[in-house]
């Protein structure tokens, strides 16, 4: 997997550096740091803060090369989202991966402006790292891929991703689906007279069975392409259950689609999204699917 890690100099930025070199691996993988310096200088200032660009990633180039491990770096003028969208499309990205830094405001959650505008503009999935996570969570394996699964075809686009990763690690994937007892989320069909259907309310088991039923044909699909997989479901707010099975399976990572739009030049997640970067921990990869 090619792998783009962007970095600004400092502290923040480098965490996502560890999870980019877990994944830049496979005959056709590489790490490709990325650095942007902005044009809004004197010329000759723009030359001192390019080569200083150069030279900083050249120096974690070399700390990270290794046998298993291309290492490429690269400097680009212009403002960061701008850079990194267009270096993803340039260095053939399978994936960006960079922190990001979240504040809370008044009920709702801020992401890190360069993260937002990649999101809402990169074709490449993204991988956001926490910037307020423990030096710890640093990866050294990971075992477990949480993959949350809503029973739509939007829902399962993160598959195919969610087991390339898995074979690469290699890890095993948890499918995971929220059952819902509502009528418009997890009503069964009741026949009422012939060629007629309504629908009534499920009860939790029967939510539950079904949520089971569905993820069981999706882990032997799973199988079918050599990633071993395992199902939970759960009752729920989708969210804070998705944060819990991340806990409860010891997920090193999660992998999801999003609905994203841009609204008043702001990225706007789909609240599922938004509450598993509030409460999760680990790293979530995330691929955004536009109106």
């Known amino acids: 997997m090619r792998v783009l890690v962007p970095l600004d100099g ?6 996502a550096i560890p999870w980019g070199k877990l994944l830049a691996k496979g005959p056709s993988g590489g790490l490709v740091l990325l650095r942007a310096v902005s044009p809004h200088m004197s010329a000759g200032n723009l030359l001192e803060a390019f080569n ?3 030279r900083y990633l050249d120096e974690k180039a070399s700390q990270l090369r290794d046998a298993s491990t291309k290492v490429e770096a690269t400097v680009h003028i212009g403002e960061p989202v701008e850079v990194i969208v267009r270096a993803s499309i340039l260095e053939g990205a399978d994936l960006i991966v960079m922190t990001t830094h979240g504040r809370t405001g008044v009920g709702r959650w801020l992401y890190g402006s360069v993260a937002e505008g990649v999101l809402a503009r ?3 999935p993204v991988m956001l790292v926490r910037g307020w996570t423990d030096e710890s969570m640093a990866p050294t394996e990971v075992a477990t891929i949480l993959v949350p699964l809503d029973g739509t075809d939007f829902a399962e686009a993160a598959l195919p991703l969610a087991r390339e990763i898995a074979r690469m690690l290699p890890a095993k994937l948890v499918l995971f689906r929220v059952a819902s007892a509502r009528a418009q989320q997890g009503a069964v069909l009741t026949e009422t007279a012939p060629d007629t259907f309504r ?3 499920a ?4 939510a539950r069975l079904e ?3 569905y993820l069981q044909r999706v882990a032997s699909d799973c199988g079918r ?3 071993d997989a395992e199902v939970d479901v759960a009752l729920g707010d989708p969210g804070r259950e998705i944060c ?6 010891g997920a090193g990572l999660v992998v999801m689609t999003t609905h994203a739009r841009t609204g008043l030049e702001r990225l706007v997640l789909g609240s599922v999204a938004t509450e598993v970067l509030r409460c999760g921990a680990a790293p979530l990869v995330l691929l955004a699917r536009r109106p």
């Not at 819990?244 to 399976?249: I, L, T, Y």
């Open 244 to 249: 819990r099975a991340e806990r409860g399976h």
């Open 199 to 201: 629908y009534s309310e």
């Open 225 to 227: 392409h050599g990633v």
């Open 10 to 15: 400092s502290d923040l930025s480098e965490k």
């Open 122 to 124: 990169a074709r490449s």
């Open 52 to 54: 200083a660009a150069e």
């Open 211 to 213: 949520a089971e039923s």
């Open 203 to 206: 009860p939790e088991e029967v």
